[in-house]
């Protein structure tokens, strides 16, 4: 489990440590991070010569953190300069730097923003490794200037050097030419020091311009950035720098690792058979979507449901069945059903049974899965529930669209009007965790990293799925792995004499998700686990997945993916004795 914490209390535990060690002493621990890592970076380069590397220095601790790394990789022969953009910087760390032969560099803060930043582009010109120590825990707001112009500035100077790369790799069928390994990772790296400056917001938004990296060490414990979307997209590969802090408080946000999905799989025994194992019944598929039951049913039963039942219209229960016989067109009983996928408004016999599925669910207290159509017929399907309540075990897998147009529809906006897609994109967790409060149910905000948020409870998000993953119908297999796995677990409870709590079901459903990125990433030819936070030295630098690294899928090579997640998982997860 990877866990972050508000960056007001990892501050107070940084505090409290420092009470009873020195400052200095914790600081170049958390130098020595970056260091190592930049050091990894350039050994993977392959370079002739020993490498270059580039601080940039604002007037905190974060950057006494980058003085003290460039002054260590200066002592291993490394070239480094370190740029103050400080009228005050951290004097211990610059004697360090100076004391190790570091170039320091201190362009005139009295110039224009613009005067600044370009001096510091000229320096980072031809580098392999940019420090960003600008700010760190202590960043408040936006970036101010000079910082706001040296961060734009260096951006578009990574970008351009990304495009040079880009012709040269064009140019290589002409020539025959392919670039080597150092040749193809000419763009200087950047490594943020514990967190990448503009990137302050607690929740995961991102206010202003930021410093995107492509590793960041952090320091003794996640702090937000490091997990929740959008800022997440920018931290690169998270490196934890455990410094020996002691965090009691709850965490902000967890991520489930593969041990964790292993842990909370069902797995069957000598006693079990299929309707212990759980039945999910699934109403998706229309006239004009006709084949999106089959990706539902045929992920639920990949997924290991003991059974899939499946009502949907004639054309579309024919392509079910033929592509999976395995299904079940009866009606009967069942312990988890899915609603929605390939749904259309228009198609009232379908409305009509899924509002049925749906009483019967409520009535049972049986998870119910709405995706898609059924999050769309909303009013339709939810007023004929008592109360008008969908229960604890409703699970909405809207993606940012949907999830907006539910949010405006049940008035949880300004009083202005609505809520845009935009919207929820830039601040997910805040309206996933509005619309469960309006809902009372778990919501699955699907995106780069799905947010699984319940009432009340610590919300999940996973990483997993790689960008390939956005494709037409991966909703779909999401919402039948999500069934699969909420009848397991409803099957388990009743197996136990005990009721499915909320919090339980959350936490399955999370591994789902994990189980549909997983699967997503094996599909695509990258390995199962995404590089993720783990201890700062033991990664090696060809961990960092660049952007678009794999190859495209199509919804269906996920589903073929999914079993092998699932052993993934269970090899990682606890050891199993049957009795
Ligand atoms: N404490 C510990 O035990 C350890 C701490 N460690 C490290 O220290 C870091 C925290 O250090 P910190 O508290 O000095 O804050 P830091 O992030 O350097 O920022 C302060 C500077 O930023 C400036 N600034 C703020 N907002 C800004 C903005 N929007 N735009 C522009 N500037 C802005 C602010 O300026 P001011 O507002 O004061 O004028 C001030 O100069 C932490 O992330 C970790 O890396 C490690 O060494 C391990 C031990
Ligand atoms: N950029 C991305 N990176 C990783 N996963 C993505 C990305 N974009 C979308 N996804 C995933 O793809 C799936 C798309 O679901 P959805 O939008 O409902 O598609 P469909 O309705 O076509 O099945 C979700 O699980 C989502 O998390």
């Given at each position: 489990?990877?866990?972050?914490?508000?960056?007001?209390?990892?501050?107070?535990?940084?505090?409290?440590?420092?009470?009873?060690?020195?400052?200095?002493?914790?600081?170049?621990?958390?130098?020595?991070?970056?260091?190592?890592t930049?050091?990894q970076l350039i050994a993977a380069r392959d370079?002739?010569?020993?490498?270059?590397?580039?601080?940039?220095?604002?007037?905190?601790?974060?950057?006494?953190?980058?003085?003290?790394?460039?002054?260590?990789?200066?002592?291993?022969?490394?070239?480094?300069?370190?740029?103050?953009?400080?009228?005050?910087?951290?004097?211990?760390?610059?004697?360090?730097?100076?004391?190790?032969?570091?170039?320091?560099?201190?362009?005139?803060?009295?110039?224009?923003?613009?005067?600044?930043?370009?001096?510091?582009?000229?320096?980072?010109?031809?580098?392999?490794?940019?420090?960003?120590?600008?700010?760190?825990?202590?960043?408040?707001?936006?970036?101010?200037?000079?910082?706001?112009?040296?961060?734009?500035?260096?951006?578009?100077?990574?970008?351009?050097?990304?495009?040079?790369?880009?012709?040269?790799?064009?140019?290589?069928?002409?020539?025959?030419?392919?670039?080597?390994t150092s040749?193809r990772s000419?763009?200087?790296l950047?490594?943020?020091?514990?967190?990448?400056?503009?990137?302050?917001?607690?929740?995961?938004?991102?206010?202003?311009?930021?410093?995107?990296?492509d590793v960041?060490?952090?320091?003794?414990?996640?702090?937000?950035?490091?997990?929740?979307?959008?800022?997440?997209?920018?931290?690169?590969q998270?490196?934890?720098?455990?410094?020996?802090?002691?965090?009691?408080?709850?965490?902000?946000?967890?991520?489930?690792?593969?041990?964790?999905?292993?842990?909370?799989?069902?797995?069957?025994?000598?006693?079990?058979?299929?309707?212990?194992?759980?039945?999910?019944?699934?109403?998706?598929?229309?006239?004009?979507?006709?084949?999106?039951?089959?990706?539902?049913?045929?992920?639920?039963?990949?997924?290991?449901?003991?059974?899939?039942?499946?009502?949907?219209?004639?054309?579309?229960?024919?392509?079910?069945?033929?592509?999976?016989?395995?299904?079940?067109?009866?009606?009967?009983?069942?312990?988890?059903?899915?609603?929605?996928?390939?749904?259309?408004?228009?198609?009232?016999?379908?409305?009509?049974?899924?509002?049925?599925?749906?009483?019967?669910?409520?009535?049972?207290?049986?998870?119910?899965?709405?995706?898609?159509?059924?999050?769309?017929?909303?009013?339709?399907?939810?007023?004929?529930?008592?109360?008008?309540?969908?229960?604890?075990?409703?699970?909405?897998?809207?993606?940012?669209?949907?999830?907006?147009?539910?949010?405006?529809?049940?008035?949880?906006?300004?009083?202005?009007?609505?809520?845009?897609?935009?919207?929820?994109?830039?601040?997910?967790?805040?309206?996933?965790?509005?619309?469960?409060?309006?809902?009372?149910?778990?919501?699955?905000?699907?995106?780069?990293?799905?947010?699984?948020?319940?009432?009340?409870?610590?919300?999940?998000?996973?990483?997993?799925?790689?960008?390939?993953?956005?494709?037409?119908?991966?909703?779909?297999?999401?919402?039948?792995?999500?069934?699969?796995?909420?009848?397991?677990?409803?099957?388990?409870?009743?197996?136990?004499?005990?009721?499915?709590?909320?919090?339980?079901?959350?936490?399955?459903?999370?591994?789902?998700?994990?189980?549909?990125?997983?699967?997503?990433?094996?599909?695509?030819?990258l390995r199962?686990?995404?590089p993720?936070?783990?201890?700062?030295?033991?990664v090696q630098a060809e961990d960092v997945e660049p952007?678009?690294a794999?190859?495209?899928?199509?919804?269906?090579?996920?589903?073929?993916?999914?079993?092998?997640?699932?052993?993934?998982?269970?090899?990682?997860?606890?050891?199993?004795?049957?009795?």
């Amino acid at each position: 489990m990877i866990s972050a914490f508000d960056t007001a209390t990892i501050r107070q535990a940084e505090y409290d440590l420092v009470a009873h060690a020195p400052l200095d002493h914790v600081m170049k621990k958390a130098a020595g991070a970056v260091a190592e890592t930049c050091a990894q970076l350039i050994a993977a380069r392959d370079l002739a010569r020993a490498g270059r590397v580039v601080a940039l220095v604002g007037g905190g601790d974060n950057g006494g953190d980058a003085l003290y790394a460039v002054a260590m990789l200066a002592r291993s022969a490394i070239e480094c300069d370190a740029v103050i953009l400080h009228a005050e910087p951290h004097p211990r760390g610059c004697q360090a730097a100076e004391d190790a032969g570091v170039h320091l560099v201190r362009p005139d803060l009295s110039r224009s923003p613009r005067a600044v930043a370009q001096a510091v582009a000229r320096t980072v010109i031809g580098c392999d490794v940019i420090i960003d120590g600008l700010v760190g825990t202590g960043g408040r707001g936006a970036l101010r200037e000079p910082f706001a112009t040296v961060v734009t500035l260096v951006r578009a100077g990574l970008a351009d050097a990304g495009d040079r790369l880009g012709r040269t790799r064009r140019q290589s069928p002409q020539t025959g030419h392919r670039p080597g390994t150092s040749e193809r990772s000419r763009r200087p790296l950047v490594v943020a020091v514990d967190t990448p400056s503009g990137l302050g917001g607690e929740d995961g938004s991102v206010a202003g311009v930021h410093l995107p990296a492509d590793v960041t060490v952090t320091m003794g414990a996640l702090k937000p950035q490091a997990v929740l979307p959008p800022a997440s997209y920018s931290v690169g590969q998270v490196r934890l720098c455990d410094l020996g802090v002691t965090i009691s408080t709850p965490e902000r946000a967890r991520s489930l690792g593969a041990g964790d999905v292993g842990c909370a799989w069902s797995v069957p025994g000598p006693s079990d058979h299929k309707y212990t194992r759980g039945v999910a019944q699934v109403v998706a598929g229309s006239t004009e979507y006709p084949f999106t039951g089959v990706m539902c049913v045929e992920a639920a039963a990949r997924t290991g449901a003991g059974m899939v039942r499946y009502s949907g219209p004639a054309e579309a229960s024919l392509a079910v069945l033929s592509r999976v016989p395995e299904a079940v067109g009866a009606p009967g009983r069942f312990q988890a059903c899915l609603l929605g996928p390939g749904l259309s408004e228009r198609d009232d016999a379908r409305i009509e049974q899924a509002g049925e599925l749906m009483r019967t669910a409520h009535a049972a207290n049986l998870p119910m899965v709405l995706d898609a159509g059924a999050l769309r017929a909303w009013r339709r399907l939810v007023s004929q529930l008592p109360g008008g309540e969908i229960g604890p075990l409703a699970v909405l897998t809207p993606h940012a669209g949907e999830a907006a147009m539910l949010l405006t529809h049940l008035g949880a906006g300004s009083q202005r009007g609505g809520i845009s897609r935009a919207e929820v994109e830039a601040e997910p967790l805040r309206w996933a965790t509005r619309l469960t409060e309006c809902t009372g149910a778990i919501v699955v905000l699907k995106g780069a990293a799905t947010l699984i948020v319940a009432p009340g409870e610590i919300p999940y998000v996973q990483h997993q799925a790689p960008a390939w993953a956005g494709t037409a119908g991966s909703g779909d297999v999401l919402a039948g792995i999500l069934v699969a796995v909420a009848a397991a677990a409803q099957a388990q409870s009743e197996q136990a004499g005990a009721e499915l709590t909320q919090a339980d079901l959350a936490r399955r459903i999370a591994a789902g998700v994990w189980v549909h990125g997983t699967a997503a990433r094996l599909a695509a030819g990258l390995r199962p686990d995404r590089p993720a936070a783990v201890d700062a030295l033991s990664v090696q630098a060809e961990d960092v997945e660049p952007i678009g690294a794999g190859a495209p899928i199509i919804a269906t090579d996920i589903i073929a993916a999914v079993p092998q997640a699932i052993r993934h998982a269970l090899a990682a997860g606890p050891l199993r004795y049957a009795g």
